[in-house]
Structure formats: structure tokens, C-alpha cells
């Protein structure tokens, strides 16, 4: 069946599968090093530099917002550094991202360095779009102790390492320290866990204020949610991967948690995207579990008094939800042996530049940079990394992102009050079973 | 002699220019056609035979393997216990709710709109520019514009509406509201240009026949029943086929306004393809979706050319 289909496709039905089969055959042969019998220049992985001649790197990444900036400063710093490399960036949504990628690489247009999100790894290495950078990380003697544990292990699929840690960006607690102030609470003492928070909560109600908006979108409520499943003590999938869990024990606690602060009157219902964060910034609500990014937005709002901690330990254990941003480097169609070492001078270089990108709103994930005095001088972003032992990622499981986006409906219909948090769990993870037995097959794992 | 020489030439000229005409051959008429029907081949058959054939395969371009599966990806859309029949469903019974709620008011709104523009009054070209503006913005600043607006809590509707009393309505996270704010938001952005052709299509109406019709003493309703309205069936054709067509495909609006939300409730048809092709790389299966969908929109637009067909008395 499939060398029938193989014949096919070459035999020119369409130019897509042309490409795709093409850009299969040539990565089989090609490996991370580049044309076989070649000196193996890629073989310091950008530790020793580059001298050949002068190559062009495009650099894919998705940071349109406020982020965006502090990337390109140091993409131009290392231009104006790197005679003989010059790195265009480009910058497109992460969802027309995730679509296009896998395309251009395909069709041979794909840029010689990209980042992306430690969830999409996984997915694109079995699917043929990333090359394994394993060399990268030797050479740059980048090591497990580097890094935190979880935060390193993100970057591997099938025992061979896909991405370079950039940065990891975890949810925090921000509140509001006025409205604090007004229901008697102390600002500078944020609730650190159930009872504190419900205390707070209920404070906040004595004044008539809802204090804790629940939002019924995956930003930031199923993130929330999230974290809070692992706080309980419960999973998102079992072992394997092969079957949800979200339903079980910890899962329900978790979504009825979340989903009573509306029940209980601690947040309107029905409340739109982005509303609780608002919220919080014009006074109306006072604590909102947001990602670290929110550090910038809040100190562009003038006359807000805010600060934000490590999430509250609702459930017992500690856990926050985090992503992670990784290089990688997309295969090649034609192997140039100067663009991959060149590549990987620039992921080295601006992984050790990650303070500069810390000061986007990201907790760099390099150990040595998150320790330096010049990083504890970002009081915020600081405060947040403090969690990075406590974070958790999606398994590295091709597909995974199609099964969790069942999780975000049972969230939605929950905290709509639609349905009860066991029952829309449960049927989620039924959905989400037959994606991922369908995933399994598809990617034959 | 050059005189007659150059007579001669022309002559010549002129029997050789006959002959060509007369002699135009039989693929005359596909060579001017051939500049369309190459991109046509190109373009839209040759596209569809291709996601025809993909919708046979567990199709992922980008990986080697591409199983040949027959007609399973069909079968599981109607086997209830497969990962793609109940969010394709859902999503078809999501785009008919909203295309039944929506069709009649695209055609039915702009029909009275342009029969208002039609008439002489100043500043009707003014109007006319108001009423079709909104179709020139796009899908996204639409979506963006009325996502503030619709805002539960700090949404400019429920602040209007709380002046009268009303509490806070969930535009884009309640049900029937999601569908409602759906319908008024399209209404608002696409009706301009149905109103347009709708003008060009009274325009085309002569004048002799209302002038007749006041002849024969008709009153303003009887004239707009009795000339109006039979004038204006090609038209009216076009634009229920079209609208159905389009309010079929939405996809932009639920995105950005309700997120497919609340639930799954307003996660259209193209959405669930779009996010099963591009997202899940499951492009086999979301073929045999867009084909089943296209089966589906065939049959309605038959049945509407049935209905509403000009009838041969």
C-alpha cells in the first residue's frame, strides 16, 4: 500500500507530496551534521564560532507582542557582532506559525532557526519538520544541571534531544495590592494557600467585590485549572500517554475549585476573554492567575499598584502550569553545511543572552543566567521563578495539543455553570482517549 | 503599376483575412476559453480530485507513511464512536443553526434597504456609502471591534442595555446569545453588500412598467409586490445562493468572537476541518469532512433553485 502511494505521490499528483516525500528521503540520509564526508563543521555546534563565508540565517519565531522587541534587539546585536552571518527575522502568529512551518520545510522555504513552544516538539520531530540537535547541546556543554529538570527533559523525543531551552514562562498570582487594601488585607502578604485564599476571598466579598474572576478560555483558565489538577495530585494522562486522566480524583477537585469561585460569587458569570485581567487592572477584581508576560502589560498601566507571587498552594502540593519557548533548528532540504554550523553559533549565542530576553517577561532557562544578580534585580520575574522546580509540561507525546484541546471544552462548560465538573471531564477524557489511540496509530508509537 | 500592385496586395490581403474568419475551427471557441478553464483545471478540478484521493488516505504531507484507508474516514464520520463524528456534527449542526438564522435576515434586510436607497433623496449616495462601509473591513477587525463591545463586563451593549435595567447578557459565553450576537454582527457587516445588488437589480427594472402599474391605479405596496418583487427573482437567486453559500462557510467570526463557545456550540463546520487538516495534520479525514459538507450544500442549493426558479406559466 504504501509504495503504491510512495509511486504516486512521485509520480506527481501533487507538488505538496512531492515536496514532503522529498523532504523525507533527503532527511533520512542527511542527519544534523550536514553533508556526509564534509569536515564536520557542525561538530563544535557553534561553540568555536564561524568563519566561512557569509551566510544569511532566517529566524522563524511567533513573538508579536510585547516580547517581540527584546528578541530582535538581540538578534541585532548579534548581527552587528557576526560580520559574516546576518539572521533575518520573521515574525508571524504562533497559530499561522504551527500551520506554515511544517510547510516551508517541505517545500524546501523553511528558515535555518526557529523557536517553538516545548508542547509543539514532540509533535514535529515525529512528523519530520525538526532535526535532532543533540551535537548543539554537547558542544555547547550544556548539561542537565544547567537547567531544571523538567524544564531539560522538555526538550527530548524518543531518547534524542529537539529543542534548546530558551526561557520558561509560568503562571503567577497577580493581585491587585489596592483593592487588598480596601477589604483589610495586607498587600505585602499575599494568601499562600486554601485557607488563606478563601479568607482573602471572602474578605473581598464583605465589600462587595468579586475577587477572583474564573475565565472559561485556555488563557488563562484552563492553565489555571491545570495547575491546579497537578496541586491535587491528579495528571492530565496516565504513564503511557495512552489514556486521559483529568477526570479522575485530582481533575475534579481542581475544575470544582475553579468553577465554584463562580458558584460561590467570588466571580461573575459568563465572563469574556481577557475580562478578569482587565478586571484586575481597573480595580474590580483583585487576584488573576496569569502568565508571566502579564509582568509587562501591568507595569504599562499607569497608577495600578499590583505584584504578583508564586501561585497559592491550593491543593497540597505545589505545581504551577508553564510553557517554554525552545529553538530548534527545521530540517534543511538541501543540507548547507554553512547555515547549520552558523545556526548554531546563534543559538548559543542567544541563549547566553537570555538576561536580555528575561527582561521581556520570561524566566530565562538557563541556571546560571536565572542565578546571576542581574536577573534577581527583576523583582517580578524573580518572584516567579522561584516555581521552576514545581512546573509541569504536556508529555512529550506527538499530538498531544489534539487531545488537550478536549480538556479546554470540559473547562468551558464548567465554569459556564453548563455542566458538572465530573460528568464534562469524563466525557472529555473519552474524546480525548479516541484522539490519542488515533494519534498512536498515526504516528506509530 | 505600384498602385496596382499595393490594390493587388490588399486584395490579398483581404481574401486571406476572410478565409481565416471563415475558416475558424472547431477549437475556436475552447481557445478563448482556455486562459480560464487552464486555471479552473488548475485551480479548483484538479484540487478537488487530488482531496478527493487524500480522502482516502490517512494523508499527513509530512509524513512518509500514508495509508490507504478506503472509505473509512466516511465511515467514521457516521460511526458515533470515532474522534471525528461528534465534533463534525456538532459543527454541522452548529453552521445550520446559524445559517437558518441568518439567511433571512441577509436577504430579507438589504432588500428593504436598497428599495430606500433606490428612491431620490438627498444624501443618498451618503447613505449608500454608510450602508455598504462595513463590508470593507475585514473579518478581523470585526471580530476584534465586536469582541469589546460584546464584553460581558465592560462591554459598551451591556453598559447601553444596563441603563434600562437589563443585566448583563453573556453575548459571547451564553446560549441563544452567542448565536444571537453571531447573527447581528454578520447581518451588520455583509448586509451592505447584498444591498448592492439588489440596487443594480431595481435599476434594471424599467420604468414603463411602474409607470403602467400607476396606470392601472396600483399603490406603493401593490407596485413593490406586483413589479418589484418579480423583477428582482434572478437577483433574488443569486443572493439567497450566495448567502446561504457564505453564511454555510463562517469562520472567522465564531473564532474571534465566541472561540467556538460556549461549550462547542458555535464551532462551525470549516472550523473543525480547519482545525483537524492544519492542526491535528489529520488531512484525510478532514477532506472526507469538506466533501460531505460540500454533499450537504449541493443538495440545499438544488432545492432552493427548485423552489424559487422562475416558473413558465
Known sequence: MNTI??????????????????????????????????????????????????VELDFWNGFTGGDGPYMRKIVDQFNSEHSNIKVKMTVMQWADYYTKLPTAVSSGRGPAVAIMHVDSLATNAARNVIEPLDDVAKA????????????WKAGEYNGKRYGIPLDVHPLGFFYN????????????????????????????????????????????????????????????????????TWHEEGGVKALSWFSDLVKNGHSPKNVAQDADNIAVMNGKNAFVWNGIWNINTFKEKKGLEWGVAPLPNIGGTKAAWAGSHQFVLPKLKTPDQNKSSAARVFVNYVSQKSLEWAKGGQVPARKQVRESAEFKALPEQAALATQIDDLHFPPPVPGIGDALAELNKAVNESVLLKAEPGKALADAAARADKILEANRKKYGA | MTVQASAGAVRRRR??????????????????????LVLFLLFVIGPAIFGFWMSLHDWDFQLPGKPFVGLQNYKDLFDPLSATAEPFWHSMRATGIFTVASVPFLVGLPLGLAVLLNRKFPGRTFFRAVYFAPFVLGVAVIGLMFRYILDTSFGILNAFLGLFGISEIGWTTEQPWAFVALVAVTVWWTA?????????????????????????????????RNVTLPGLRPVTVFIVIITLLASANMFGQSVLITQGGPGDTTTTALMVITDTGFSQFRMGQATAMSYLLALCLAVVALVVFAVVRERKS
Open chain 1, 5 to 54: 502511494n510512495r509511486r504516486l505521490v512521485l509520480g506527481g499528483i501533487g507538488a505538496l507530496g512531492i515536496g514532503a516525500s522529498a523532504a523525507v528521503l533527503s532527511g533520512c540520509g542527511e542527519g544534523s551534521a550536514g553533508k556526509p564526508g564534509a569536515a564536520p563543521a557542525t561538530g563544535d555546534g557553534g561553540a568555536k564560532g564561524y568563519d566561512g563565508p557569509n
Open chain 1, 177 to 244: 495590592k489596592a483593592v487588598m487594601t480596601k477589604a483589610g488585607l495586607d498587600p505585602a502578604k499575599p494568601p499562600t494557600n486554601a485557607d488563606e485564599y478563601a479568607a482573602a476571598l471572602d474578605a473581598f466579598k464583605s465589600k462587595g467585590i468579586q475577587g477572583h474572576w474564573a475565565t472559561p478560555f485556555p488563557f488563562t483558565g484552563v492553565l489555571s485549572v491545570q495547575a491546579l489538577l497537578w496541586q491535587f495530585g491528579g495528571e492530565l494522562f496516565n504513564s503511557d500517554s495512552s489514556k486521559a
Open chain 1, 140 to 151: 555547547l556543554e550544556l548539561k542537565q544541571e544547567d537547567f531544571s529538570d523538567v524544564v
Open chain 2, 15 to 36: 481574401t486571406r483575412t476572410s478565409t481565416a474568419v471563415r475558416g475558424y475551427g472547431r477549437a475556436t471557441p475552447y481557445l478563448f476559453l482556455a486562459p480560464y
Open chain 2, 192 to 224: 451592505g453588500f447584498n444591498s448592492i445588488i439588489y440596487l443594480a437589480g431595481l435599476q434594471d427594472i424599467p420604468p414603463e412598467q411602474y409607470e403602467a402599474a400607476e396606470l392601472d391605479g396600483a399603490n406603493g405596496w401593490q407596485k413593490f
